[in-house]
């Protein structure tokens, strides 16, 4: 069965540098759900999307944008990047009929040097 | 507000012990979900159970089991029999109805020693 991808898998990048991350739900799922997991953390809310449209929106920066694509896919841009970025970022996706149930991707390891 | 506690930071055993984990949870909401996830080393969530709040009803698969209650806000997770590649970090989250985003406790870290 098809899962949530998230590219790249791992991502290097130097202070004030920019990065987005990309993730590709499952076929048929409508809505993208983004989480920050810090070193020995629990995952945080950033943002979500339904159809398109942000949905809700957690403890996301100023400096992180992001927005859900026509093919549903999801990118989360990230500009004048900090040590404390660094992080795993986790994509999920949930389809219309279950939206309580999150398929979690593989996550983007983001390292801030 | 919504708040998932997990006390246990680290838990300890030997292989073939059975271990415990602790979720207490806090939510105004009278509609909500709750969830189990597992993250070995490799670092990727695996999802382990969901339950919603109107079924009370306590699950087991496998060397796993679930104890939902109610009464104290509770949904403890057993590893009966653990095995070493039990070891990893096991989240407690919460998540409500018309706002389905998880809200995930600390974590417990569970360490299988052969």
């Known amino acids: 069965a098809a899962g949530v991808i998230q590219s790249p898998r791992h991502l290097i990048k130097e202070k004030r540098e920019t990065a987005t991350l990309k993730c590709y739900p499952i076929p048929r799922h409508d809505t993208v759900y983004w989480y920050q997991q810090g070193p020995g953390q629990d995952p945080q809310f950033l943002i979500s999307f339904y159809e398109k449209m942000q949905s809700d929106k957690g403890s996301i920066p100023d400096r992180f944008s992001a927005q859900q694509f026509s093919d549903y896919h999801s990118e989360l841009n990230m500009s004048s990047l900090e040590l404390g970025d660094s992080a795993l970022y986790f994509c999920?996706?949930?389809?219309?009929?279950?939206?309580?149930?999150?398929?979690f991707g593989p996550g983007t390891r983001l390292t801030v040097t | 507000a919504q708040k998932v506690t997990q006390a246990q930071t680290e838990i300890s055993v030997v292989e073939k012990e059975d271990v415990t984990l602790d979720c207490v949870y806090e939510t105004r909401d009278t509609t909500y979900y709750l969830f189990w996830y597992k993250q070995p080393p490799s670092g990727e969530l695996v999802f382990l159970i969901r339950r919603n709040s109107f079924d009370e009803q306590n699950e087991i698969s496998g060397r796993y089991s679930w104890n939902f209650q109610k009464s104290t806000s509770s949904f403890n997770f057993t590893i009966t029999a653990s095995q070493v590649v039990d070891s990893a970090v096991y989240f407690c989250a919460l998540s409500h109805a018309n706002d389905y985003k998880l809200s995930f406790g600390a974590g417990t870290t569970v360490t299988v020693r052969a």
């Open positions: 999920a996706s949930s389809r219309p009929d279950n939206s309580y149930e999150q398929y």
